[in-house]
């Protein structure tokens, strides 16, 4: 085994590893990033449609282009990069990786997990039915397509109208499929309005709102696909099935936050965004633990998790230098909130960022912030829907040191 | 015609009558919905073959957006490109694509 020390571990090189990693050693960090592909960039690099970067960098670039801008300045810097490394154990102040030349065992000062998320897949969401070959999670389809060149149908339905889903219609389109339709449970789409517009309006591709795939039909091969109507309460409704021929069913039905290694540290964990409880430092329940982008919640925009990411590199950094202890405030989810980060507040200088949340989809919505029934700040917005984050910023003049704070929702349900 | 923006996330809604426009947030906003009323454009991004290097694939983006009208010819004509290793993000394989006069350019750099 061979032993090494570093003053920060980094676990995953995407955009919210490299992000935390520039940002720490600016910060005077000593780095180590291990990541476990041969290539840094996470799913950026299958990501090779446009709009990336415009809050950034102010242009319009792909995945690739965000992720060699952060790729060649960690590659310049002063940052070590393991990648082909496999992290398989975590402790505070210990990780334990492995590569091509052993088993790693690492004394790390501080860790900042940025593993990002998964595909929610077929058995997350019980679609009864046989198991043909044609059954893929879109970015399974979409890596089978823009990376190794492999087209894994012709004609096609796409249950989940979230933004990988509709990016993956317009692919298959352009690539000479058929996409038939794109299905969708919920009575709103969960994608931006503008992949709806240039992904299906674009091609003519309808989306079936209220709808879910029931059965699936083939035995080697996919054949088709039975659709049916969902009632208010989700449930299929009897007597609106229709059968639809396929030989490809794509699933974008959600992303979990990847955690394994959290589990591991015991890290208090947040059943809303499935990835673990922090601060406004990104700072864990766990001293010395940090977690940054869509290893702690889903975010809908890589330059969010660019931001959140330096926001967790300077609270390692902070702890690394004086490591105060933690005393926190609540944050508590009110009405129509489906999930807010951070779930606590340590009491400190400085502004907090809100990330958060709607249930539902609202008009005129007003967001309100709270603590012991008094109101700290408010805000009104034209719409919210649960697939655009919010996010509020909340002065240090007005941070509360005791009790608890609670953001709510009012406004007309769409 | 009403238009959902996509200069950003943002997804304006936008009304656009003859040179009266409205719903944008944005001067790119207001641009953008005039020429999708009279010319609607957009940029491709696709792959195209790639020979000498470890991936069988280079992303590619129009340096420009394309005539909506012609993506689908844009893409036949990219299907039959072929770009060599070493090549630089940015770098032209092709000048003219589909007779639209935009370059297609590498996204990636692959040495």
Redesign the interface.
């Known amino acids: 085994m061979k032993k090494s020390s570093s003053e920060l571990v980094v676990i995953g090189g995407g955009p919210a590893g490299m992000g935390a990693a520039l940002e720490a050693s600016q910060l005077g960090a000593k780095v180590l990033m291990l990541e476990r592909d041969a290539d840094l960039g996470g799913i950026l690099q299958q990501c090779?449609?446009?709009?990336f970067g415009?809050h950034l960098f102010g242009e319009?670039l792909?995945g690739?282009?965000y992720a060699?801008r952060f790729i060649d300045r960690v590659r310049d810097g002063k940052i070590e990069v393991l990648t082909d490394t496999m992290v398989t154990e975590i402790a505070p102040g210990r990780v334990q990786a492995v590569n091509s030349s052993g088993v790693q065992d690492i004394k790390a000062g501080a860790i900042i997990l940025a593993m990002g998320c998964r595909e929610r897949t077929r058995g997350a969401i019980n679609i009864p039915g046989p198991r043909p070959a044609g059954i893929y999670t879109a970015g399974a389809a979409q890596r089978l397509i823009?990376?190794?060149?492999l087209l894994p149908g012709r004609r096609a339905v796409i249950l989940g109208s979230g933004d990988i889903g509709l990016i993956m219609a317009r692919r298959l389109t352009?690539?000479?499929a058929k996409v038939e339709a794109v299905a969708e449970l919920m009575p709103w789409s969960n994608g931006?309005?503008?992949n709806?517009?240039?992904c299906l309006?674009?091609f003519s591709i309808p989306l079936l709102l209220s709808t879910t795939v029931v059965q699936v039909h083939g035995h080697r091969r996919l054949e088709g696909v039975t659709l049916a109507q969902v009632d208010e309460d989700l449930q299929p409704m009897p007597g609106s099935e229709r059968y639809m021929p396929c030989d490809l069913l794509l699933l974008s039905v959600g992303l979990i936050p990847e955690n394994e290694l959290s589990g591991q540290l015991g890290l208090e964990m947040d059943p809303r965004t499935g990835g673990p409880v922090v601060d406004q430092f990104l700072h864990t329940s766990v001293d010395g633990v940090f977690a940054c982008g869509n290893v702690l919640h889903v975010h809908?925009?890589v330059d969010f998790v660019t931001m959140e990411s330096r926001r967790a590199a300077a609270g390692a950094v902070q702890w690394l230098s004086h490591r105060q202890p933690q005393s926190s405030v609540p944050v508590r989810a009110g009405a129509n909130i489906a999930y807010i980060v951070p779930q606590r507040l340590t009491p400190g200088d400085g502004a907090v960022t809100l990330l958060f949340r709607v249930q539902q989809p609202m008009t005129k919505a007003k967001f309100t912030v709270s603590a012991g029934g008094h109101c700290l700040l408010h805000k009104t917005v034209p719409r919210a829907l649960p697939a655009e984050m919010v996010e509020l910023r909340l002065p240090a003049t007005k941070m509360p040191t005791t009790g608890e704070i609670l953001i709510d929702c009012g406004g007309e349900q769409r | 015609m009403k238009?959902?923006?996509?200069?950003?996330?943002r997804?304006c809604?936008i009304y656009v009558q003859g040179t009266e426009v409205r719903g944008h947030a944005c001067p790119r906003g207001r641009n953008w919905a005039l020429e999708e009323y009279t010319n609607p454009k957009?940029?491709?991004?696709?792959?195209v073959?790639l020979e000498g290097g470890d991936?069988?694939?280079l992303?590619v983006?129009t340096q420009a957006p394309v005539p909506?009208a012609k993506?689908?010819e844009c893409?036949a004509h990219a299907n039959r490109l072929r770009a060599s290793t070493p090549i630089t993000?940015g770098t032209p394989v092709c000048t003219d694509l589909a007779g639209t006069g935009v370059r297609l350019v590498a996204?990636?750099?692959v040495r």
């Open positions: 090779i449609h446009t709009g415009l319009e792909t690739g282009e060699q823009n990376i190794q060149g352009l690539e000479g931006l309005a503008r709806i517009a240039q309006d674009d809908d925009l | 238009l959902t923006c996509i200069v950003c996330p997804g809604q957009r940029t491709l991004t696709t792959t073959a991936s069988t694939l992303p983006r909506k993506l689908l893409m993000a996204a990636r750099t």
